[in-house]
């Protein structure tokens, strides 16, 4: 009886938040001419702020350019080389507590219900 009157209430309780969730459409004002859209970037403005300056650009050009002939910057290679550093013990340690962690807090998770009757 309890499992049925729960799940009629889960079921009602996303219904209800469906419905709700729903947005009626965007009112456009009719102040917004033809002329006005023609006029949008076409671009988003995130692009624009993603895309490289001059002098970054002309950076990686340099650098693919070196890559290219076999010459890599010595800079470039450093810091690969930093990016390749094997994990500690430390580390090791620290994605078996986390892991660990991870399946004790699913386990109770599923037990704990087990509990509350």
């Given at each position: 009886m309890r499992?049925?009157?729960?799940?009629?209430?889960l079921g009602l309780g996303l219904a209800i938040a469906g419905c709700?969730?729903?947005?009626?459409?965007p009112v456009v004002g009719e102040d917004i001419t033809a002329a006005?859209?023609?006029s949008l970037e076409d671009e988003?403005?995130?692009?624009?702020?993603?895309?490289?300056?001059?002098?970054?650009?002309?950076?990686l050009a340099e650098e693919e350019r070196l890559a290219a002939s076999g010459n890599p910057v010595p800079e470039a290679?450093?810091?690969?080389?930093?990016?390749?550093?094997e994990?500690?013990?430390e580390d090791k340690v620290e994605g078996a507590s986390?892991?660990?962690?991870?399946?004790?807090?699913?386990?109770?998770?599923i037990v704990a219900p087990f509990f509350l009757m």
């Open positions: 499992l049925g009157v729960a799940t009629l209430l709700a969730s729903e947005k009626p459409p006005q859209l023609r988003p403005p995130m692009l624009r702020y993603l895309s490289p300056t001059d002098e970054e650009a002309r950076a290679s450093a810091e690969r080389s930093d990016l390749e550093d994990p500690t013990t986390i892991g660990l962690l991870q399946i004790a807090i699913t386990i109770g998770a």
